[in-house]
Nanobody, 118 residues
Framework: QVQLVESGGGLVQPGGSLRLSCVASGRFYSAYTMAWYRQAPGKQRDLVADISSGGNTKYAYSVKGRFTISRDNAKNTAYLQRNGLKIEDTAVYYC????????????WGQGAQVTVSS
């Protein structure tokens, strides 16, 4: 019902910039919360940040002050940004969309590989 297309991943040098985009289509509603998760090699998938339809944001403790999540409701798009990437930021980054009022309305993107290496 909802399709999520991620872009912006790839190989980035340490100190470089990250700007991921997630475009939602299909049966998507602006009321849905959008989020970014990441999964580093050998680790579980963890929340990076999420943002409500009204723009309220929440960040994981480990990334507070390092990443910025935003959204453009007119474009059904969420963004994740950071300058000064570190090697430990290497992970697969997943876009997530969910309804605040329904447990079954929960969708995932295909994942975007971000590799921070020289």
């Amino acid at each position: 019902q909802v399709q999520l297309v991620e872009s912006g991943g790839g190989l980035v040098q340490p100190g470089g910039s990250l700007r991921l985009s997630c475009v939602a289509s299909g049966r998507f509603y602006s009321a849905y919360t959008m989020a970014w998760y990441r999964q580093a090699p050998g680790k579980q998938r963890d929340l990076v940040a999420d943002i409500s339809s009204g723009g309220n944001t929440k960040y994981a403790y480990s990334v507070k002050g390092r990443f910025t999540i935003s959204r453009d409701n007119a474009k059904n798009t969420a963004y994740l940004q950071r300058n000064g990437l570190k090697i430990e930021d290497t992970a697969v980054y997943y876009c997530n969309v969910r309804s605040p009022s329904s447990t079954w309305a929960n969708y995932w993107g295909q994942g975007a590989q971000v590799t921070v290496s020289s």
